[in-house]
């Protein structure tokens, strides 16, 4: 029997996506913008977890393994395109940066 | 009440207040700094969930080398508290909130609590060896199982992101 149920777990998820969710709309930090994405891939891995611990099965964390790959690779370039879009029009309002071009 | 469920109840309060304090602070640096605690948190969540070998990478992917980048960046473009990154008036926190909890409300409800899961497949066996690194690496590796291959594509996607970031960072001579 498990000492905590599995839906707990996924409500506690469910809230931590939403504030990510909350974040992503309401900021105009990109690099905040980019902090809440990364609270949303949290909540999933911890569903995915709870999930595979739920099935007693391995491939819940194998899940989590690849979207932390992934979310590494994001990372670097995200920011790598902040700093470039920063170079050229020396700011990083969310608002004026409307075009991807110049 | 048993005690893994106060610990429970412990690690949820301070993930779900350090995660409103991401979202609510207006420097970005604070923000980062209560990124680190949220992630540490769940790195514990990890524990209790007996996937300690997730726990550890949760720890050194996401609060050592990901954090790092973001203060690294945040210290290079110089972003204090800036006038310009000022939030708006208008509708747009408001209806943001309120939609987003609209979407709570409905994957919380309908996924997790009226759908009801199945009963639990976990054993002591399960639990107990869950997370370890043996049996990771045995799925991770086994020709029979999906993730070899996916494990071949990860490394060349982090390839065209080392080299992506490097092009997009470099600067124009």
Redesign the interface.
């Known amino acids: ?4 149920p ?7 998820s ?10 992503v ?5 990109p ?2 913008i ?3 994405i ?2 949303m891939l ?1 909540a999933v ?2 569903s995915f ?2 999930l ?8 819940g ?2 899940y ?3 979207v ?10 995200g ?6 879009v ?2 050229t029009r020396e ?3 969310i ?1 004026e940066i409307n075009l991807l071009k110049y | 009440m048993n005690w893994e469920l106060l610990f429970f109840w412990m690690l949820a309060t301070v993930s779900i207040g350090s995660a409103l304090a991401v979202v609510a602070n207006k420097n970005p640096v604070r923000s980062a700094l209560f990124l680190v605690t949220n992630f540490f948190v769940l790195a514990l969540f990890y524990l209790t969930l007996s996937a300690q070998f997730v726990a550890l990478v949760q720890v050194i992917v996401y609060a050592g080398a990901i954090m790092v980048l973001f203060l690294f960046v945040i210290m290079l473009l110089n972003l204090g508290a800036p006038e310009s990154l000022r939030e708006r008036g208008g509708l747009q926190a408001p209806v943001a909130i309120v939609l987003a909890l609209s979407f709570l409300i409905a994957i919380s409800g309908a996924g997790a609590i009226s759908s009801g899961l199945p009963k639990s497949a976990a054993t002591a066996a399960s639990l107990e060896k869950g997370g370890e690194v043996e049996a990771i690496g045995h799925a991770l590796f086994n020709p029979g199982l999906p993730w070899l291959f996916a494990f071949e594509v990860t490394s060349i996607l982090l390839l065209v992101g080392v080299v992506g970031a490097i092009v997009l960072a470099k600067r124009r001579a």
């Open positions: 029997m498990l000492p905590v599995t839906e707990y777990y996924l409500v506690l469910g809230v931590l996506f939403t504030i990510g969710v909350i974040g709309l309401i900021k105009r930090n690099i905040v980019f902090m809440c990364e609270l949290n891995n911890l977890v709870a595979g611990r739920h099935f007693g099965h391995i491939n964390q194998m989590v393994i690849f932390m790959a992934v979310a590494a690779a994001e990372v670097a370039i920011l790598g395109i902040i700093v470039a920063f170079r700011t990083i309002n608002d």
